[in-house]
């Protein structure tokens, strides 16, 4: 069927169909033990079907994902960690995960990075490393957005007086003491997210390069010593105990500590 330009793979023991250019009629043969005959199918229904299902086909899936953003409640009010847990809780927000540490100076600058050069910048980072904080991967729809909302103005003082209720105005101190971080964009949320959690996967999925480090970096090598373990162990059934072995072996695994103590980073 060049004409139409549809070509169709005939499998079976009907005759091959023939094209009525006149009448648009694909004319086919059929048989069986309930007898014979012809079926006639409009041509256009076979190139609308054809084409619906080259759409179908090239359209790539939907992309489906939560927004995540990183926030984290400063060393000053840690002890108000469990408080602002519900808080965050009850507006709407999972924590994904979370960790306690205590961050050198080096590394606060790090994650500061942006704010180089300014003059708060000593007294910024001598704050985040003076004790222990809490760092937290909060997702929800619009996380980034909601949870700026929810923090307020980044100066405490100017909090109080126009975003009375907000977390900043009731957990800050001052411009530079203002209780809690939260991410300003995408980028500054995929950044600060795997600086606190480098072993975290951040939606959308990466592709391409991105995906083969990622492989190289966090899965190769724990499955390389799974397939060599499995050489040695040689079990009757390979594809449960290498599961089995992946389950208990996963370095990303959560870790519960009912006594938990600050990492020092």
């Known amino acids: 069927m060049h004409s139409a330009g ?82 965050i809780l009850r507006s709407g927000f999972t924590i994904v995960q979370r960790r306690k540490l205590h961050l050198s100076p080096e590394h606060c600058s790090n994650l500061y990075v942006e704010q180089y050069g300014k003059m708060f910048f000593p007294n910024l980072t001598a704050y985040m490393s003076s004790g222990p904080l809490v760092a937290m991967i909060l997702a929800r729809h619009k996380a980034i957005s909601y949870w700026k909302e929810l923090l307020g103005p980044s100066n405490t ?45 951040i939606e959308p999925i990466p592709v391409g390069q991105a995906a083969k480090d990622y492989l190289n970096l966090y899965v190769t090598p724990t499955l390389l010593k799974g397939l060599t373990a499995l050489c040695k162990e040689k079990p009757a059934d390979p594809f449960i105990w290498l599961a089995d072995w992946l389950l208990k072996n996963n370095p990303n695994k959560p870790k519960l500590c009912h006594n938990p103590t600050a990492e020092e980073l």
């Open 157 to 201: 003082l100017v909090a109080k007086e126009t975003h009375p209720d907000s977390l900043r105005a009731i957990y800050g101190t001052d411009d530079l003491r203002n209780a809690l971080h939260g991410s300003n964009d995408f980028a500054a949320a995929e950044r600060e997210i795997r600086f606190m959690f480098p072993e975290v996967i």
């Open 6 to 87: 549809l070509a169709l793979c005939w499998i079976g023991p009907v005759q091959p169909p023939s094209l009525n250019c006149a009448s648009g009629l694909l004319a086919t043969s059929y048989g069986g033990t309930r007898g014979a005959g012809t079926r006639l199918i409009p041509v256009e229904s076979l190139l609308n079907l054809h084409r619906k299902g080259r759409m179908q086909i090239s359209m790539p899936p939907p992309q489906i994902y939560v927004e995540k953003t990183l926030a984290i409640i400063k060393p000053d009010i840690v002890d108000k960690e469990e408080e602002i847990q519900d808080i």
